[in-house]
């Protein structure tokens, strides 16, 4: 049976922009954070920089986006070879996702996006504007993100499609920002359990943890399978300093937890693993970090689904996600498949 990943989460448009540290000041923003503003706020931060590139974004939408990228892909040359030499099985998943978006030509834009990647949209339309985030890139590459939720707030419970055929279910932290948004993934995982789903979650961001660190300790353990953070996220939500101590806490969350370590690459641990496993990052000259993370989410899943072991999943996680940081936002449309999959 083919699988298929359902992802749930904020469906934004992506504005990047050229910035300076100098800016960030100015704003009263800390480099590298995520912010929640009103659309005011957000205009202003749009005014002090150059506006580089827009695009559908969303943590979820792009993890969903790059799994689907994957199987479309993977039976080029390169993927063909790649999975010759490191004697791994391919499929194709299905993938479907899931959020709330305004009657606007954002929302439109947001949808049309989505079909021509060939992930399914299921959109509750609000008269609330489709959400967007500002993402100023800083000569270092480092990006800081001003966003505006809009209608992504207006996301409920009734909303939520069948979930029948679904092989895993993912989502991420930032459902946590309003109370109808965590009623609506708290219905999801557990009508996706009961559908035979595994449940994945990504933390996504370290303010997330701040905001809700108590509720997400009390809400993760028995509902999700596999945790992705990074290195400040599960820090924080571990109450720990280090990596070891880290990911030993974190196994009494979820049995497959995996750390983020940006170019280091990343940890898995948890009870599947039986031991610490290390995957080295790959080196790549960085021009933008924009949804790197998530992109690693796609890349792991997707090999998960496939049944590959924890390993090659973490490796192929790092490939592309070292890929996305060499083009301008999470532009899936400007990687190449011996980009991802070359040696």
């Given at each position: 049976?083919?699988?298929?990943?359902?992802?749930?989460?904020?469906?934004?448009?992506?504005?990047?922009?050229?910035?300076?540290?100098?800016?960030?000041?100015?704003?009263?923003?800390?480099?590298?954070?995520?912010?929640?503003?009103?659309?005011?706020?957000?205009?202003?931060?749009?005014?002090?920089?150059?506006?580089?590139?827009?695009?559908?974004?969303?943590?979820?939408?792009?993890?969903?986006?790059?799994?689907?990228?994957?199987?479309?892909?993977?039976?080029?040359?390169?993927?063909?070879?790649?999975?010759?030499?490191?004697?791994?099985?391919?499929?194709?998943?299905?993938?479907?996702?899931?959020?709330?978006?305004?009657?606007?030509?954002?929302?439109?834009?947001?949808?049309?996006?989505?079909?021509?990647?060939?992930?399914?949209?299921?959109?509750?339309?609000?008269?609330?504007?489709?959400?967007?985030?500002?993402?100023?890139?800083?000569?270092?590459?480092?990006?800081?993100?001003?966003?505006?939720?809009?209608?992504?707030?207006?996301?409920?419970?009734?909303?939520?499609?069948?979930?029948?055929?679904?092989?895993?279910?993912?989502?991420?932290?930032?459902?946590?920002?309003?109370?109808?948004?965590?009623?609506?993934?708290?219905?999801?995982?557990?009508?996706?359990?009961?559908?035979?789903?595994?449940?994945?979650?990504?933390?996504?961001?370290?303010?997330?943890?701040?905001?809700?660190?108590?509720?997400?300790?009390?809400?993760?353990?028995?509902?999700?399978?596999?945790?992705?953070?990074?290195?400040?996220?599960?820090?924080?939500?571990?109450?720990?300093?280090?990596?070891?101590?880290?990911?030993?806490?974190?196994?009494?969350?979820?049995?497959?937890?995996?750390?983020?370590?940006?170019?280091?690459?990343?940890?898995?641990?948890?009870?599947?693993?039986?031991?610490?496993?290390?995957?080295?990052?790959i080196r790549v000259s960085p021009l933008d970090t924009?949804?790197?993370?998530?992109?690693?989410?796609?890349?792991?899943?997707?090999?998960?689904?496939?049944?590959?072991?924890?390993?090659?999943?973490?490796?192929?996680?790092?490939?592309?996600?070292?890929?996305?940081?060499?083009?301008?936002?999470?532009?899936?449309?400007?990687?190449?498949?011996?980009?991802?999959?070359?040696?």
């Amino acid at each position: 049976m083919t699988p298929m990943i359902c992802a749930m989460g904020n469906p934004l448009i992506d504005t990047i922009l050229s910035g300076t540290r100098e800016d960030l000041q100015a704003i009263g923003a800390a480099a590298g954070s995520m912010n929640l503003v009103e659309y005011d706020q957000q205009q202003e931060v749009v005014s002090r920089c150059a506006v580089r590139l827009r695009l559908a974004g969303g943590s979820a939408a792009n993890t969903i986006r790059a799994v689907r990228w994957i199987a479309r892909h993977i039976d080029s040359d390169a993927g063909a070879h790649f999975l010759r030499e490191h004697g791994l099985a391919a499929s194709s998943p299905t993938a479907r996702y899931v959020g709330a978006v305004g009657r606007d030509d954002d929302g439109v834009a947001f949808e049309t996006l989505l079909r021509e990647e060939t992930v399914e949209p299921v959109l509750a339309i609000t008269p609330v504007p489709t959400g967007s985030s500002a993402i100023v890139v800083t000569p270092d590459s480092e990006r800081t993100m001003f966003t505006y939720l809009g209608a992504c707030r207006e996301l409920r419970r009734s909303h939520l499609p069948r979930f029948a055929g679904v092989t895993l279910f993912h989502t991420t932290g930032y459902m946590w920002d309003t109370p109808n948004q965590q009623e609506a993934a708290d219905c999801a995982t557990k009508r996706a359990r009961e559908a035979g789903a595994k449940i994945s979650l990504d933390v996504a961001d370290s303010f997330v943890v701040d905001r809700y660190r108590d509720a997400l300790r009390s809400w993760i353990p028995g509902r999700v399978d596999v945790l992705f953070a990074n290195r400040q996220e599960l820090y924080s939500l571990t109450d720990t300093q280090s990596d070891r101590t880290a990911m030993d806490a974190a196994a009494s969350l979820a049995p497959l937890v995996v750390m983020k370590v940006g170019a280091e690459g990343c940890l898995v641990g948890g009870d599947r693993t039986g031991a610490l496993l290390q995957a080295d990052g790959i080196r790549v000259s960085p021009l933008d970090t924009t949804g790197a993370g998530d992109s690693f989410a796609g890349g792991f899943l997707y090999g998960l689904v496939c049944g590959w072991d924890l390993r090659d999943c973490a490796e192929f996680a790092n490939r592309i996600a070292a890929s996305v940081v060499t083009v301008e936002g999470c532009d899936y449309g400007q990687l190449s498949p011996e980009l991802v999959f070359g040696s």
